[in-house]
């Protein structure tokens, strides 16, 4: 069983979050959205994604 990970965050800190993926993906979100929808990413830039798609909600975005 996987152990489940809670982590805390300030709005402020969840961008910086959301910024730092962005720039570890190239930089160029709509190109990474669209690479996720063609299913085009590796496992790495999957779990990325997520994360990326979890701040969105959290931030109401």
Known sequence: MVPI???SM?????????????RRVGGDES???D???AYL???E???LYDEL???DF????
């Open 5 to 7: 990970v809670v982590t």
């Open 10 to 22: 300030t709005p402020a800190e969840a961008r910086v979050r959301r910024e730092e993926i962005v």
């Open 31 to 33: 190109a990474f959205r």
């Open 35 to 37: 690479r996720a929808e």
């Open 41 to 43: 990413l590796s496992a």
């Open 45 to 47: 830039e999957l779990a």
């Open 53 to 55: 798609e979890n701040l």
């Open 58 to 61: 959290l931030l109401g975005e």
